[in-house]
Structure formats: C-alpha cells, structure tokens
C-alpha cells in the first residue's frame, strides 16, 4: 500500500532563505507526483507536476524533483517571501492513474 | 472558465439527515475525485470517477455514495450523516492525455454534522 510521508511537518524561515521541502512514497510504481498549494480555508493550488518519466519540473521560483528509485520528492523554494506562506501538499499518483495519494502536508511560514 | 465549482460552500446537518454535495466542471474533464480533508492530516480520497456512468471506491469510501449522470457533474451523497464525517470536502477533476493528469480542486464545502 502506497504511503507518502512529508517532513517536516511545520517550517519558519526568515524572508529571502532557499528552502527545501521533502515528500516521500513508498512505492516507487507511480504515474506522476503533484505539487499543491493550501492558504488556509482554501482550496488546493497546483504547483508543479512531474510525470514519472520526468527528473524535474521548474516554474518560476519553484523547481520539483523526483527519484522515484529512492521514493522521494523535493520542492525547492528560491528567494522566500512572506507570500509564500502556507501549507505544501505532495501526491502521488499510483501506476494505475486511478488512485491519489496524498501527503499530510508540511506548513511553511516566512518571516518578513 | 469556472474551472471546478462546488455547492453548497457551508452546511451543517443534524446526525441521521441526508445531502448531497454537487461538483461542476467545465474543462471537459474525464476524472472527477472526491476527498475529505481532517484537521492535521491529508487529503483521503472517497471515491472517483473515470468517466460518465462510471463510479469507483477510493481510500475511505463508507458512509459515502456517489453518481456520475453528466460528464461535467459528480455528486457526493451522505444518507445518514455522522459525526465522524465533519470535515472539509474537495472536489477534483482531471484530464488523462494533455494535461497529464494534473487535478484541478474546486474551493472545498464545510461540513458539520451535529
């Protein structure tokens, strides 16, 4: 059974700090990983998809990588800012394409 | 483009009252999803769909029943309500080709069942 871990699970950095948030799958048979966005009381922005034939995907200040042989997921955030504040939600679309699992999310604050 | 639209935004139920939640998309999207969302955890998914006329269980599907009539509408329908199903509800959609499966989430109704 597929579980997608995201560590940790609460982050604060101070504004213009490069960060890394982590995500990682226990099955490395997926179709794609899919980054979100959460602002609180909200519904989930897409951020980046990585299909599983893919390395990496970039847009903007923010690049995804995947290593689907060490069941991981990374999302780098460049230069910071207040407005980059939220919850981050990894998920992992399994070989079948039918069934997503997501991550508990990890929840970032950036401090002006 | 709506996008995806959700009705109601906010409803609260007394335990053993019945709704249904409604789901709209406009992309002409082959996958529709529903999910729950819990305080402190992830999104669990309910059940999905793979195309009109097509329903299928997900990861916690009890207490929960769902019909794909239109393409474009998936409903999510409790019969009793519980307690245990106060909760947040997402609805998704996704287009298999293209977009390569990219889900598109609507803006979530809050359910509290009393």
């Given at each position: ?6 560590i ?8 213009g700090e490069?960060?890394?948030?982590n ?15 959460q ?16 390395r ?16 991981r997921?990374t999302l ?16 992992v679309?399994?070989s ?17 | ?10 409803r609260?139920l007394?335990?053993?009252q ?21 305080p402190?955890m992830g999104?669990?998914l ?18 929960y029943?769902v019909?794909?009539l239109k ?9 009793s ?5 106060t ?10 080709t ?12 809050r359910?509290?069942?009393?």
């Amino acid at each position: 059974k597929q579980e997608v871990t995201q560590i940790p699970a609460a982050l604060s950095v101070p504004e213009g700090e490069n960060l890394v948030l982590n995500c990682s799958f226990t099955d490395s048979a997926i179709y794609n990983l899919q980054w979100f966005r959460q602002d609180p009381g909200k519904g989930l922005t897409s951020l980046l998809l990585i299909q599983s034939s893919q390395r990496e995907q970039t847009s903007g200040r923010l690049n995804a990588s995947l290593d689907k042989s060490s069941g991981r997921s990374t999302l780098y955030i460049a230069a910071s800012q207040p407005g980059d504040s939220a919850t981050y939600l990894c998920a992992v679309r399994d070989s079948s394409a039918s069934k997503i699992i997501f991550g508990s999310g990890t929840r970032l604050s950036i401090r002006p | 483009n709506a996008g995806v639209t959700q009705t109601p935004k906010f409803r609260v139920l007394k335990t053993g009252q019945s709704m249904t939640l409604l789901c709209a998309q406009d992309m002409n999207h082959e996958y529709m999803y529903w999910y729950r969302q819990d305080p402190g955890m992830g999104l669990r998914l309910i059940h999905y769909s793979v195309g009109e006329g097509t329903t299928a269980k997900g990861e916690v599907p009890d207490g929960y029943n769902v019909s794909r009539l239109k393409k474009q509408n998936f409903l999510l329908g409790l019969e009793s309500a519980a307690p245990s199903q106060t909760s947040v509800y997402f609805c998704a959609s996704s287009y298999p080709t293209g977009q390569g499966h990219e889900q598109f989430f609507g803006p979530g109704t809050r359910l509290t069942v009393l």
